[in-house]
């Protein structure tokens, strides 16, 4: 019996400063910052969630801040690239832009498709590829009559605070594309479309992404295992390569590291069945954790990767509106009590957001 998993659902990486990092993928990436909160396992330490317009499931890349934590030190079993997707066409900004802020990049060809592969500041490995739309989630509100007209409103009608011409792209790409971004929709990320592993033995890799949480291997070349989710081979997030590690010395966790990938199920009850799927495979899964915004357990695949499974909901509205998605910083409620303590020993951060809301420069 295997798990049924939906796709990627988030990955989590380790960066340096926090502000640096919110610049970086809010302003050069376009994503936005959909939860200010803490590390629920370490609470001295910011969690960083960017995503699209909603933070859908598949669309997120979140990040520990750890500011002196070293550099990572590369080893035998890790993830090793982040891929996003991005339209078709859009390859040709992204070199550009990468160029204009002279950020180094490399173009590659994967199983006939052109990626552009490249690191954030901290290290962090990143990649670009294009590819389709699949149909976006419900809308995050519903439009009035008038705007399901063909083409824009004329007399610049708003709802919920969005622009007529920003509601025409809204439902083109409902719940994904965010309004606010810096880049344009036709460019602009859509959401996570792979990650890459590289370990020590891609047989077992492969074997336990297969067995036990159902995903098809359908290619290999030159030495790269592709492996996709059952269903939904062109959905976010459906992808996920295998690759041999070059090396076999240990990995150190660091500034630039992949800390882990997460899979998507779909409520508590599946991850609860989800868990004994893992126990009876020898995995050893962690306990079902809260972590407000959705619920997971963790375990690590034979080669020491780790990995995790998370619901899909409850999502990042839970405790903050749509429209206002990462602008607070957020605590669950059983560490609200410390807030001012938590507030006296974080940097302190700020969306862009605040500066294009108040005209700040």
Not at 24 to 40: I, S
Not at 325 to 344: D, I, T, V, Y
Request: proline share 8%; aromatic share 8%; charged share 20%.
């Amino acid at each position: 019996m295997s798990i049924t998993i939906s796709g990627l659902h988030h990955v989590t990486a380790m960066a340096g400063r926090a502000q640096a990092a919110i610049e970086y993928y809010v302003r050069l990436l376009g994503l936005r910052l959909v939860k200010r909160t803490v590390n629920f396992d370490d609470p001295l330490t910011y969690h960083l969630y960017f995503g699209d317009a909603r933070g859908n499931p598949g669309s997120v890349l979140s990040l520990f801040p750890w500011p002196g934590v070293g550099p990572a030190e590369r080893g035998g079993s890790e993830t090793t690239a982040v891929t996003f997707r991005v339209p078709p066409g859009a390859l040709e900004y992204w070199r550009s832009t990468l160029e204009l802020h002279r950020q180094p990049f490399e173009v590659v060809s994967r199983f006939g498709t052109e990626v552009i592969a490249f690191a954030d500041p901290d290290g962090v490995p990143l990649e670009l590829v294009e590819g389709t739309e699949p149909p976006a989630p419900a809308a995050p509100f519903a439009a009035p009559a008038a705007s399901t007209q063909a083409g824009p409103q004329s007399d610049g009608a708003t709802h919920a605070g969005v622009s007529g011409e920003d509601l025409t792209v809204d439902l083109l790409r409902p719940s994904r594309y965010w309004t606010g971004s810096p880049v344009d929709a036709e460019e602009a990320i859509m959401g996570l479309d792979a990650v890459t592993l590289s370990v020590w033995d891609p047989d077992a890799a492969v074997s336990t992404l297969t067995d036990v949480l159902g995903l098809e291997l359908s290619g290999e070349e030159d030495g790269r295992h592709r492996l996709n989710v059952k269903g939904a081979s062109n959905g976010l997030g459906s992808r996920l390569d295998v690759v041999r590690a070059p090396q076999s010395s240990a990995t150190r966790l660091g500034t630039g590291s992949v800390h882990h990938v997460a899979f998507r199920v779909a409520d508590r009850p599946a991850l609860v069945a989800a868990r004994e799927v893992l126990l009876d495979a020898g995995l050893h899964p962690t306990n079902v954790k809260d972590r407000q915004y959705f619920q997971s357990v963790y375990f690590k695949d034979p080669n020491g990767v780790v990995l995790e499974l998370a619901t899909d909901g409850p999502g990042f509205t839970v405790d903050e509106s749509l429209e206002e998605l990462g602008l607070a910083f957020k605590l669950p409620g059983w560490l609200e009590p410390e807030r001012q303590f938590f507030r006296s020993r974080l940097p302190v951060t700020a969306s862009p957001e605040y500066a294009d809301r108040f005209g700040a420069p």
